[in-house]
């Protein structure tokens, strides 16, 4: 029997005075050896919050007894914790289900399911239902602390179990989590988005926007601190709104303060919208070292007249005052940008108009995207008139100028000693290792493995466009 909770569009939107329930992750003995003897494979795409979701499930898994392999063709449970933000993503992660249905046909007691934001789109689940059910399980966002009891029923009943809620969304505390570092980490504090942006399947995907309690995320740092991470990096759909869905008139600002108090060595946060970027945050960020000055700032365009479109309720000439508040205010500031070419009626002036934002910016670097259509967000029903080979010379166009200005800024590191915090190994060969700056540039650095982990001082002596090369500083 075929179990299913199918994700609606129309719920998805809905948004209401309800108070969020803060909830805490619980799972039950039986479950805990559901796993054991048995191998798991997860495969993730998107954004850093699915990386963190990612790092959940993981957690949750292994206390079931599951143990993780890295080649998928050894697992007994493959999972593709998935993205809804472009098509492509769509495209790769569809390609990757055809991979997975020749293995089970080779392997048919292998469980393999989809979660993430593409299981809480009606269309993908749908689809999912008519060419797909082969697979056994698919959840979506609001559900990863029911992991275990949805893996239990797909497991019993060999059939396919789809479980996707369409809701605001609640708070779950106390998910387990096993990090992929064991220096920098992911802290989430809040959830969702109410935004709406025209082009942005985000708050069909991951509900109404609620913030955790500020003493449940500063706990969570000053156990990271404790346990020797160096960096945090507070996430969310859009950081610079936490707390306006809380009643005790404390917001980002007050958090960032709070965050910098625990005297961890480095906080950063994404993602944030220029609408609610405040002057008490900037001030903040100047004011404590440990605050990193570096700032992703998405754009996505500098006309007024696609800006109204996107809904991103923020103008060409409020985003320019922001942006320079921040580099007079933030020394050595380091700000990097999203930014989409051939949106709906983008006409040749307006996208002269990004370039002229561009130009005035000069930004250290940028995720750059052709427009891409999402199934059930108003852009997505907007006449486009402008061919794809256009788009495609427009963002060859805004590319070069992103890659010089880029280039620029590195260059102005050379000879220049700065502080890295190592990760891990290069993909350059010898011994070499990869840290990042305070300002979120990439260095590479020959010295030993034992150094991974620590912030040190390296001395600049070559730049590219997207990296740098180093030299220790004894």
Not at 296 to 320: D, F, V
Not at 406 to 428: D, F, H, I, R
Request: net charge neutral.
């Amino acid at each position: 029997m075929i179990y299913m909770l199918t994700p609606e569009r129309e719920k998805a939107k809905v948004r209401t005075k309800n108070k969020v329930q803060t909830k805490k992750y619980e799972i039950s003995d039986n479950l805990r050896k559901l796993g054991l003897g048995k191998t798991y494979h997860i495969k993730t795409y998107g954004c850093q919050m699915n990386v963190h979701d990612s790092e959940n499930i993981r957690a949750i898994l292994e206390e079931m007894g599951f143990k993780e392999v890295d080649d998928m063709e050894k697992a007994d449970l493959i999972l593709l914790n998935t993205c809804a933000i472009r098509e492509n993503a769509h495209n790769k992660v569809f390609g990757m289900i055809g991979r997975i249905k020749h293995m089970k046909e080779e392997r048919p007691s292998l469980i393999a399911g989809i979660c993430g934001c593409m299981a809480q789109e009606e269309g993908v689940v749908e689809e999912i239902l008519n060419k797909y059910k082969w697979l056994d399980i698919v959840f979506g966002t609001h559900n990863i602390h029911e992991l275990p009891s949805v893996l239990e029923k797909a497991m019993n009943s060999r059939s396919l179990e789809v479980q996707v809620y369409s809701c605001e969304g609640d708070i779950i505390e106390d998910i387990p989590v096993k990090r992929d570092s064991k220096y920098k980490a992911w802290v989430n504090i809040m959830y969702g988005c109410d935004k709406f942006c025209t082009y942005c399947i985000v708050p069909y995907t991951r509900g109404k926007q609620r913030s955790r309690n500020p003493k449940d995320v500063i706990r969570e740092v000053e156990k990271l601190k404790t346990l020797g991470y160096k960096e945090v990096t507070l996430l969310g759909q859009n950081v610079n709104a936490y707390g306006k869905d809380l009643d005790i008139n404390y917001d980002m600002c007050d958090l960032l303060r709070d965050v910098a108090e625990t005297g961890i060595d480095r906080i950063r946060f994404v993602t944030s919208h220029p609408w609610d970027f405040t002057d008490d945050m900037i001030d903040v960020i100047s004011e404590y070292d440990n605050v990193m000055p570096y700032i992703h700032l998405p754009l996505q365009s500098g006309s007024n007249k696609i800006l109204k479109m996107m809904g991103r309720r923020y103008t060409k000439e409020s985003y320019l005052e922001l942006f320079h508040k921040i580099k007079d205010k933030v020394k050595g500031a380091s700000i990097t940008t999203d930014i989409i070419v051939g949106f709906p009626g983008e006409t040749e002036e307006d996208f002269n108009d990004t370039l002229e934002v561009v130009n005035e910016c000069k930004y250290d670097s940028a995720f750059t995207f052709i427009f891409s259509p999402r199934e059930g967000t108003p852009a997505s029903k907007m006449k486009d008139d402008v061919s794809f080979k256009e788009k495609e010379q427009r963002l060859y166009k805004l590319n070069d100028v992103i890659n010089r200005y880029a280039k620029e800024a590195n260059e102005k590191y050379l000879g220049k000693t700065v502080k890295v915090l190592l990760e891990g190994k290069s993909t350059k060969k010898g011994s070499t290792l990869a840290g990042y700056t305070d300002t979120m540039k990439l260095v590479n650095v020959k010295t030993s493995e034992d150094k991974i982990g620590e912030i040190v001082d390296v001395k600049i002596t070559n730049v590219q466009s997207f990296s740098m090369d180093g030299e220790m500083v004894e």
